[in-house]
């Protein structure tokens, strides 16, 4: 059964300072990755989707890396705002689960003004 | 911008009451899910439709919970009895189609429903 995994559960970082937040599952055999974001009480957002076959996305401030292989995939958050406070939830699309998302628990960020 | 529409925003329910939630996706999507999410955990799937048909509720408690998409468009999540255990947050999200090609689709979610049983 897949498993998704995301460390640290909680972060607080300065304004200006990058952001790096990990996201680990257990089978490798996936369609696709996707990172969201969820702003207290409120639902999710697609931020970022990484097809199987690729290896990073870009928008914007934010870059997203997928090591399939090694069952990983990391958000970069470059020069972080106070906006940039939610938490982040990655989710993977499995090959073994067809049309369902496995969320990881997510990382509650908070940028410091 | 299109957005999935959800209602009500926060339910407040006794136990062993009855409640609904409802769901109205963004026009043209084909693929609808309830996902139930409680606090500090990921969203888990309750069920998924295309068009009208159910295509997974291996995790919806049926004893308690039912789904219905009667026309392919709208959707009702219905929980009766009611229990403790259900408080969480209840979404909806929507996707165009359930296809090969769709394995690189983005999911739009709702605002959810807040449900708090006392």
């Known amino acids: 059964k897949q498993e998704v995994t995301q460390i640290p559960a909680a972060l607080s970082v300065p304004e200006g300072e990058n952001l790096v937040l990990n996201c680990s599952f257990t089978?490798?055999?996936?369609?696709?990755l996707q990172w969201f974001r969820q702003d207290p009480g409120k639902g999710l957002t697609s931020l970022l989707l990484i097809q199987s076959s690729q290896r990073e996305q870009t928008s914007g401030r934010l870059n997203a890396s997928l090591d399939k292989s090694s069952g990983r995939s990391t958000l970069y958050i470059a020069a972080s705002q106070p906006g940039d406070s939610a938490t982040y939830l990655c989710a993977v699309y499995g090959r073994d689960s067809w049309g369902k998302l496995q969320f990881g628990a997510g990382t509650q960020v908070v940028v410091t003004p | 911008e299109a957005e999935v529409a959800q209602s009500p925003r926060y339910k407040i329910t006794e136990k062993s009451q009855a409640v609904a939630f409802w769901c109205d996706p963004i026009?043209?999507?084909?693929?609808l899910y309830w996902y139930r999410q409680i606090l500090g955990q990921g969203p888990e799937l309750l069920v998924q439709?295309?068009?009208?048909?159910?295509?997974?509720d291996s995790q919806l408690p049926k004893d308690r919970f039912s789904a219905e998409r009667l026309k392919g468009v709208d959707s009702t999540l219905k929980i009766q009895p009611a229990e403790l255990g259900d408080s969480a947050m209840y979404l909806c999200?929507?996707?165009?189609?359930?296809?090969?090609?769709?394995?690189?689709?983005?999911?739009?979610f709702g605002s959810g429903t807040q449900l708090s049983v006392l």
């Open positions: 089978d490798s055999a996936i369609y696709n």
């Open positions: 999200a929507s996707s165009e189609e359930l296809t090969d090609a769709a394995t690189n689709e983005k999911l739009f």
């Open positions: 026009s043209g999507h084909a693929t």
């Open positions: 439709f295309q068009d009208e048909s159910v295509v997974d």
